[in-house]
């Protein structure tokens, strides 16, 4: 039974390029949450993609954007990068259908923009 | 704003003991708790969930839950040095399908 993967593990881009992250969810999962996690800090609520539409959105600026394909994986694409924007990126996939559902992490993405 | 507080620790036990991890929530509203182990430089790993009142053990883990209160709580018994890391706690309020995280509170098990 196959895990949350992401890809890439590492990324180090520089200030004003675009960067793009990819997230396949666990198997039988058709829901995938992207979370920006910064050292010492918990997970911060980027957007949530259900049925291929972005269903929730955090307070995070239109530099972040989302897609989901039909076979439920996803991709987080960051514009216009910052300093700022340096941290750990996680995706998490759960059912989507009830609010009771947990969700499972994948292992990350570390982005490093210098 | 919805809040989920935990101390940042760090909580230093000795092995063997018990470590207790405390979370509050501010939204009277929440249904859904969830504790996450975060090992450094790694990604959160759900370890337990709990929806009603009350405890919920499995193996060294007991979640307890007292909504009046808006608390909830994590018990490590017989802690290991494995268990030395970062436990976030998460909740979702009733018909929400994003949890509101907590920083973490950082556990130290000293041999």
């Known amino acids: 039974d196959a895990g949350v993967t992401q890809s890439p593990t590492h990324l180090i881009k520089t200030r004003g390029q675009q960067v793009t992250l990819r997230c396949s969810p666990k198997s039988g999962h058709d829901t995938v949450s992207w979370y920006q996690q910064a050292l010492g800090q918990g997970p911060q609520f980027i957007f949530q993609?259900?049925?291929?539409?972005?269903?929730q959105r955090g307070n995070f600026p239109d530099r972040f954007s989302g897609h989901q394909f039909p076979n439920y994986s996803s991709e987080l694409n960051v514009n216009a990068l910052l300093l700022g924007d340096s941290a750990l990126y996680l995706c998490?996939?759960?059912?989507?259908?009830?609010?009771?559902?947990?969700?499972?992490f994948g292992p990350g993405t570390r982005l490093t923009v210098l | 704003q919805k809040e989920v507080e935990q101390n940042s620790g760090p909580l230093s036990v000795p092995e063997g003991a018990i470590a207790s991890l405390n979370c509050t929530y501010s939204d009277r509203g929440s249904q859904s708790f969830f504790w996450y182990r975060q090992y450094s430089g790694k990604s959160p790993e759900l370890i337990m969930f709990i929806y009603s009142n009350g405890d919920k053990e499995d193996g060294r883990f007991t979640a307890q839950l007292n909504k009046a209160s808006q608390y909830v709580s994590l018990l490590i018994r017989d802690s290991q040095p494995s268990d030395s890391a970062t436990y976030l706690c998460a909740v979702k309020e009733g018909g929400s399908y994003i949890p509101t995280f907590g920083r973490g509170t950082s556990l130290i098990v000293h041999p």
């Open positions: 993609y259900y049925e291929e539409e972005e269903r």
């Open positions: 998490a996939s759960s059912l989507g259908r009830s609010s009771y559902n947990e969700q499972f």
